[in-house]
């Protein structure tokens, strides 16, 4: 009977859990677009940043409540496809708080960016020309080709930024070829830590995988990069290889265009690989069969699938059919920072793990997240017959918010206690968003919380409090209360939050009657 009742609960809690949408703020920039905008659960804009430029592929809040926003540089010397040139932070009333540019005669971003930290992680071209090509071992060309490669830029404190860290594609290739030149190797087999530089040698990639590019020398094609903390590791995603990959940030810049080093001790070398085995001599099951994008991972933190790989695989299910699939990559317990790689087989797993077919479907651009409460957010991008929105499905593919037309290549969703959130609130128009409201009431000037956001130790200054509480509690976003205890006269307490969970939490006064009052704080680790 208990098993039974155990149960019933769960399926009330899953059926209670899943089967709304996920509270919180969408956040797009419209193809083509100067503005950037933040829609609510409701699908009212809630804040907008009109901007004077076009805004390439992507935009991100910062745990601040600054936007970063790649966009198109009117100086840009080559181009293709999501060209940018120029990412810029952008605070809540519009003003340009840094703003950089990568763009010349042989360097340009495009597509995708990610936050590491405070920095900002850009995708970018590096122009090689036919001869640097052919010497490298590649099987005769005669255009210049642009290989990918990652630089990450820390704000200066001066209006600018200055690049901190870099990895090239181009330091981490072999070819089976010509023994007589460089990065030789007489089976690529042997080396699927390295990108055989024979392996796209047309437009669209292999299997018929890829799409409309920059042309001839937008050579892989590199559309979605992310960043774990956890791991201290990048995953990206191509579009010509039709694969995704992960490498190590932990490293130097001289470890990342070397073999060894950082916590893989693999240096700047691939660390895992999914989606085509061809590509590195093998032969398995596991193929995307088309356009990938998005590649990222699922947050580890308690919620669904957490610590997987998600991509947008554009025709997944069928041609015109995409789908987002989960991969349970096979991190290695004893490192802990590299994959199980099995002599004579490809990366596992052999398929993908979790699978949702899309409603909405785009062979291009598209992004995808899982959200606490295990619904997934899905972004088909528009263009290239894409359908153009937004939109959230539950755990039995239910869609309970949207679709929204928002014609943007990538979307994200910010759930209620995003630090990023939280800094915009006073800039919102946030009527009707149920993020900011709460049963208990607030005092407005009562009592002081410093520092709010906080890292860890914060002040609670009741020095001029004109009401007769007896007791303070903490409770998180979910109303569990995790500390209480008497006022007695003290004019001030001090509470740590260090051994809490990153998020939004609640400073409770408790009066004689016992009525609660209460200030939000965001603690970020």
């Not at 470890?255 to 093998?282: F, L, T």
């Not at 020095?463 to 500390?483: A, D, K, M, T």
């Not at 990153?502 to 939000?520: D, H, P, Q, S, V």
């Amino acid at each position: 009977m208990k098993n039974i009742l155990l149960g019933v609960t769960l399926f009330l809690i899953s059926t209670i859990t899943f089967s709304q949408s996920f509270n919180g703020f969408a956040l797009y920039n419209s193809q083509g677009s100067n503005t950037t905008y933040l829609i609510d659960e409701s699908l009212n804009i809630a804040h907008t940043w009109n901007l004077s430029t076009e805004c390439n592929y992507t935009v991100q809040i910062k745990e601040n409540g600054n936007l970063i926003r790649g966009t198109k540089y009117n100086g840009n010397q080559f181009g293709g496809a999501a060209d940018a040139g120029r990412v810029q932070e952008i605070d809540p009333l519009g003003n340009i708080v840094w703003d950089y540019i990568y763009s010349d005669s042989e360097h340009l971003s495009h597509h995708d960016l990610t936050l590491v930290g405070d920095n900002v992680l850009l995708t970018a071209w590096e122009v090689k020309s036919a001869s640097e090509i052919n010497a490298a071992g590649y099987d005769n060309t005669d255009s210049d080709k642009w290989p990918t490669h990652f630089v990450e830029l820390a704000p200066n404190g001066n209006g600018g930024a200055d690049i901190v860290w870099e990895w090239h594609i181009w330091d981490h290739m072999c070819q089976d070829t010509d023994s007589s030149k460089p990065n030789y190797t007489a089976d690529i087999s042997d080396h699927p830590e390295l990108i055989d530089i024979n392996m796209i040698q047309q437009m669209g990639g292999p299997g018929g995988g890829g799409g409309p590019g920059g042309g001839e020398g937008d050579w892989f094609h590199v559309n979605g990069v992310d960043y774990n903390e956890d791991l201290d590791q990048i995953c990206f995603s191509s579009r010509f290889a039709s694969e995704i990959y992960i490498i190590d940030h932990s490293t130097t810049i001289e470890e990342a265009a070397s073999h060894e080093g950082g916590n893989s001790g693999m240096g700047g070398d691939i660390i895992y690989r999914w989606g085509n085995p061809s590509n590195y001599g093998m032969s398995g099951p596991q193929v995307i069969t088309n356009a990938v994008h998005d590649s990222r991972w699922i947050t580890d933190d308690g919620r669904p699938n957490g610590g997987f790989l998600q991509i947008f695989n554009n025709s997944g299910q069928s041609a015109n059919q995409s789908t987002i699939d989960g991969i349970d990559t096979p991190l290695d317990p004893e490192t802990g920072y590299t994959y199980i790689l099995n002599p004579g087989e490809p990366y596992a797993p052999a398929s993908y793990t979790t699978r949702y077919v899309c409603a909405y479907s785009a062979s291009g651009q598209s992004a995808s997240d899982r959200m606490s409460n295990g619904n997934i957010y899905v972004n088909a991008s528009g263009g290239q017959g894409g359908s153009g929105v937004m939109y959230e499905v539950n755990a039995v593919g239910n869609i309970v918010w949207g679709p929204y037309n928002s014609q943007t290549p990538k979307g994200f969703r910010y759930e209620c206690d995003h630090p990023g959130i939280i800094a915009l609130e006073s800039f919102m128009n946030s009527a009707t968003s149920s993020c900011f409201t709460s049963s208990i009431s607030e005092v407005e000037d009562s009592f002081l919380i410093y520092p709010n956001p906080t890292t860890g130790l914060i002040n609670i200054d009741l020095s001029s409090l004109n009401h007769n509480f007896s007791e303070f509690s903490v409770s998180n976003i979910s109303g569990q209360e995790i500390q209480r205890e008497s006022v007695n006269n003290k004019k001030n307490i001090q509470f740590d939050f260090q051994d809490c969970s990153e998020g939004l939490y609640f400073i409770n006064l408790i009066n004689i009657k016992g009525e609660t009052y209460a200030k939000r704080i965001s603690y970020i680790k």
